[in-house]
């Protein structure tokens, strides 16, 4: 599983840059957060096997 977390200085930049991780396998985890510096942040995470989740039983 690989893990990141992208930001945008408002919340159409966030947008846009999620939906292209989204576009490329990410999934989205949890939800946005505004940092102190004004900054949106969103974490995403992408499974290296589509059933990872599945064969630990764990839900992330």
Same mark, same amino acid.
């Given at each position: 599983?690989?893990?990141?977390? *992208?930001?945008?200085?408002?919340?159409?930049?966030?947008?846009?840059?999620v939906r292209e991780l989204i576009e490329a396998g990410w999934e989205t985890e949890g939800g946005v957060? *505004?940092?102190t510096d004004g900054r949106f942040y969103q974490?995403?995470?992408r499974f290296d096997n589509d059933f990872d989740e599945y064969e630990t039983g764990q839900e992330l």
């Open positions: 599983m690989d893990y990141t977390i *992208v930001w945008g200085q408002n919340p159409e930049e966030l947008i846009k840059r957060a *505004v940092g974490a995403l995470i």
